[in-house]
Each structure stands twice: as structure tokens, then as C-alpha cells.
């Protein structure tokens, strides 16, 4: 489902968006099996938390084919083509992986996914069990994709910007299992503490639109929809 003119307009002004489709729950059931199984075997490449245990398996784009077809699905890209255009481009260096927020987490940072404004992408989170205040759902502070180029992906280590109060201003987002977030990457977000204990299970993923103006194959970029064209006037 393709968005309208008022959602691109909410996602252009506040920096975010809750796509419109849910994944279906026997997709849901499947991603988590084998998100579940990649973490028990820990099949590489994963991080660990500080206790060892495995809570994130990365390059999801290279695992198993469900999760290709989920990335690719028109839940994803429909909604996606209406902010991108036509042609779009998965990054495979940013994000690209698999996160399980344990019980106890006290992951509460708020942060960008890239720095400066010319290399903005669009963060797309699938959550793979409901989020809420309670384990950690995602906060984000409307509008702050607007805002100057920053130094630091981790807010609170620049001073200008602990200073202000503005990480003061998030507001939760909770989700449903199968619930589709899209991000613009400069708007400053972040997880909450899991309080709980159970887990907080979800994918992310980052696009952009195909670079009309580089006519190099760029091997951390994959097209799953529409073409490379290359415009630029060299000549």
C-alpha cells in the first residue's frame, strides 16, 4: 500500500511514520523461529551483550531467504517508493540486522543513524513482538531531522545538544508483533530500558534511492526495486 500525500507530509514533518500494512503473523512466526535459531547456534556474524549472551545477528540480507523476502515485501516498498521514488537501494553496512532487547536491557540512549543531512536513508524497524513503555519500545523526538549536522551518533556526548533539553522531548512509540516503523535517519530516536522479563525482538533495515549520479557498482548497496539510472553530465 502505497502512502498518501498527508502521510508523506507527516513523515517529511516529523521525521517518522507507522506504515499503514502489518506483516502477517505466520510471517511473523517463521522470521522468529529462525531468528531464535541463528542466535542459539550463533551463526556469525553476532554481537554479544556484556554478559556474552548473543542479542544481535547482522547481514540478515545473506542469512536465509525469509528474510529476504520480507525486506522486499510490498509492505516495505510500497510505502517506501512513495518517499524514495521508483528506485531503491537496501544498505548493507548500516543496520541490515537482527536485535533482541533481553530482559533487564538498560539500553536508553537516543541517537542519529548517520551524521549529515547528504547521506540521509530511510530506517525502516520491523517489529517482531509487541513493543511497549514496559520493554523498550522506540522513542522518537519529532522534527529533530531538521535540525544542523551534529558530531557524535550518540547524542548525549554532544554538548550542545544535552544542553538544550531536547532529548527531554521524546515521546514512545509502542508497536504491535508485525508493526512497521519508517525513520528518517537524522530524526534523533532510541530504545527504551527493557523493565520486563521477557525480550523485544525486531529487524532494521536502511534504504535510500539509487544514486543517479555515481556510475560505480557499489558492492554495499543491493537494488530491490526498480533501476540504476546514471544522469550525470560529464560530457
Known sequence: MKLTPE?????RHNGFL??????????????????WRHIREEIPPVMRNREGRVIRISDIWNREPI??????????LDPLESLLGPNIELILNRHNHAYLRVAGDGGDYLHRDVLQWTRAIVTV????????????????????????????????????IARSGILEQA???????????????LVMHGPGPNRTEGTRMSLTVGFHSADE?????????????????????DY
Open 67 to 76: 528474510f529476504r523476502e520480507t525486506i522486499t515485501c510490498p509492505a516495505v
Open 7 to 11: 502521510q508523506v507530509h507527516l513523515f
Open 18 to 35: 507507522v506504515l499503514p500494512e502489518r506483516l502477517p503473523e505466520a510471517q511473523v512466526a517463521r522470521l522468529k523461529e529462525t531468528v
Open 125 to 160: 524497524i520491523l517489529y517482531l513482538e509487541e513493543t511497549s513503555l514496559e520493554n523498550g519500545c522506540t522513542r522518537v523526538i519529532p522534527g529533530t531531522h531538521l535540525l544542523p549536522g551534529l558530531t557524535a551518533l550518540r547524542l548525549e556526548e554532544d554538548e550542545t
Open 171 to 185: 515521546v514512545p512509540v509502542p508497536m504491535p508483533a508485525g508493526g512497521l516503523l519508517a525513520i528518517d535517519s
Open 213 to 233: 549520479l555515481s556510475d560505480v557498482p557499489n558492492p554495499k548497496r543491493v537494488l530491490v526495486r526498480g533501476e540504476r539510472r546514471y544522469m550525470g553530465n
